[in-house]
């Protein structure tokens, strides 16, 4: 069963960058759709952005014009590129696919951004 590693995480500044990697191990992942989600303490687990095997990217509105997704098959990769970070982006992120059934959750990355 494919599973997820995330990485990428940090801290960093109001209006900084960070570019958050996901890797898949098992066969199959060109096909599907991955997404990006995040976890804040507190809160439940949101997906906040998806490309499916075409490319085609979908983005929740808070994240929309600065969050990028991407993703490449030949590494069995998924990125997302995040800019203009706010604190409210502070969360857990993970990844996996956007609606049931799911793969099992990798352990996420941090991502910290102080005012």
């Known amino acids: 069963q494919m599973q997820f590693v995330e990485s990428g995480g940090g801290l960093v500044q109001l209006g900084g960058s960070l570019r958050l990697s996901c890797v898949g191990s098992?066969?199959?992942?060109?096909?599907?759709?991955m997404g990006w989600f995040r976890q804040a303490p507190g809160e439940r687990r949101d997906v906040v952005a998806q490309i499916n095997s075409a490319g085609t990217t979908h983005y929740v509105g808070s994240v929309k014009g600065r969050f990028t997704i991407s993703r490449d098959n030949a590494k069995n990769m998924v990125y997302l590129q995040m800019d203009n970070l706010k604190p409210e982006d502070t969360a857990v992120y993970y990844c996996n696919l956007p609606t049931e059934p799911r793969r099992s959750w990798g352990q996420g990355t941090q991502v910290t951004v102080s005012s």
């Open positions: 098992g066969s199959g992942f060109s096909t599907y759709t």
